[in-house]
T-cell receptor, first 114, second 113 residues
């Protein structure tokens, strides 16, 4: 099976702009989660979607939003970008592994805000 | 609120050493605990998954233990190799948090040839 894919891999934006990141989960996986990784805050949970519905949400401002399509692909959007939004954004889909469930992570989208 | 702490933050060892990475969490109501590996600039790779009812899991040279009551987990790496150099992350999911993971800050491991 193909792994989790994320596009684009790298992105440079300026403050005030908006950005949309895309994630395609592993075939058959219906849950997609998004995380932000920064040197100062580490990995922080943004939100999780399951069957096109947001099931869980982290502690991020409303500028961060997401959605999931009927084919389980997901997008996240960040509006009015700030310098502090520069980060690696990781997407993960949930599937069975060794008797339990685990998250399969994509390679990430590295966003730089200037 | 669940908090996960990993000690040490960084570790440098010569090749062949056995080593232990530590993880602690504040809320024992976890669904499972996972250890991930992250190479520079890359995504995460799952190494071991321990369900809350289990005490340990093994995969090759890796062994992870879980003491849920004390809120601790250890990752043991036997006979370390330069290819083991990476950041190791511990993450827990709560009993009611679905797929949401709470991560520690990670331990950056360097294995010197």
């Amino acid at each position: 099976k193909a792994g989790v894919t994320q596009t684009p891999r790298y992105l440079i934006k300026t403050r005030g702009q908006q950005v949309t990141l895309s994630c395609s989960p592993i075939s058959g996986h219906r849950s997609v989660s998004w995380y932000q990784q920064t040197p100062g805050q580490g990995l922080q949970f943004l939100f999780e979607y399951f069957s096109e519905t947001q099931r869980n949400k982290g502690n991020f401002p409303g500028r961060f939003s997401g959605r999931q399509f009927s084919n389980s692909r997901s997008e996240m959007n960040v509006s009015t970008l700030e310098l502090g939004d520069s980060a690696l954004y990781l997407c993960a889909s949930t599937g069975r592994w060794r008797g339990g469930e685990t998250q399969y992570f994509g390679p990430g989208t590295r966003l730089l805000v200037l | 609120k669940q908090e996960v702490t990993q000690i040490p933050a960084a570790l440098s060892v010569p090749e062949g050493e056995n080593l232990v990475l530590n993880c602690s969490f504040t809320d024992s109501a976890i669904y499972n605990l996972q250890w991930f590996r992250q190479d520079p600039g890359k995504g995460l790779t799952s190494l071991l998954l321990i369900q809350s009812s289990q005490r340990e899991q093994t995969s090759g040279r890796l062994n992870a233990s879980l003491d849920k009551s004390s809120g601790r987990s250890t990752l043991y790496i036997a006979a370390s190799q330069p290819g083991d150099s990476a950041t190791y992350l511990c993450a827990v999911s709560g009993e009611t948090s679905g797929s949401r993971l709470t991560f520690g800050e990670g331990t950056q491991l360097t294995v010197n040839p």
